[in-house]
């Protein structure tokens, strides 16, 4: 007999060691509204990986594999129910979220901003997750692949269980990980990448033309540029060095950036060390606490 094949989605329960699994493959496409060289597509994950591919297209094309796990049926069921993908269309940006847990997911305005604020407001209210309402009744884990078109922009962010990948995108990328780590690759527009417990690795198939910025708190940066880069380069790190095979490397003055006012006077923080890349030009930005910092030039292919 042939072995039949599933088209649609697939659903898996099973008893193991652990309890209850299910799994659910969600596909969506999607299309902006406003089209136009503001396009940006934001994906804030909380438990699983995100893989992003720029293609030559206008759709932006989501597959979710969504993971629950249980120790009982009923508790099992209510992941099920709970946990969705979140979808907002704000015209030109497209929004991928977690729908359905204990953390509240939005924008918080003014002073009452408590929320995430570094995608520009759109995030988790954490406020919320230690109370009654979120215990530990299940496990869940999302994990997208996504195709978009690769002039828009992209934020992409997740917090466990797997690691952020991003290729072939020219437009701007912000890439966020708390325990795992950054991939780019084939990218050529301004980049923030930011993790805390993984490392950093951007291949550029051209150099950003402006200011990025990379860092990584427990983790090595690696970044590769097109041969030929013209930048301003610092480097700022506890237990860590740099390495580079820049040759053409002029030593800045050190920056002094006004922080803070007050009844003791102005205060100034000094940044670390910085170079001047040939003529210079936009200001790459490498910040780690334990971990090196390896800055490459290839050749243009």
Known sequence: MKPVRLLSCLIFAAFNGH?????ETITRELAFEKKGPANALMILNVNGAVTVEGYNGDKVLV???KTIRAKTDARL????????????????????YVNGSCTPFGRAEGKKRKWK????GWGYNWDNCCGKNCENRYEYTLDFTVRIPSSAHLVASTINRGDVEVKSVSGSVVADNINGGIKLSQISGATNASCINGEVIVD???NPPADSRFYSLNGDITANFRKGLGAQLAFKSFNGDLYSSLTDLTSMPVQLEKTDKGGAGT?????????KVRQG???LDFETFNGDVIVKEKENQ
């Open 281 to 283: 030009g936009p200001l």
């Open 117 to 120: 604020s570094k995608f520009g």
């Open 204 to 206: 550029y198939s051209g």
């Open 63 to 65: 597959e979710v594999k």
């Open 77 to 96: 069921e209510e992941g099920k129910q709970e946990i969705q993908l979140g979808i907002m269309d704000r015209a030109d940006t497209l929004i991928c």
């Open 19 to 23: 309890g209850q699994v299910f799994t």
């Open 267 to 275: 205060k100034y923080r000094v940044s670390g060390n910085r170079y």
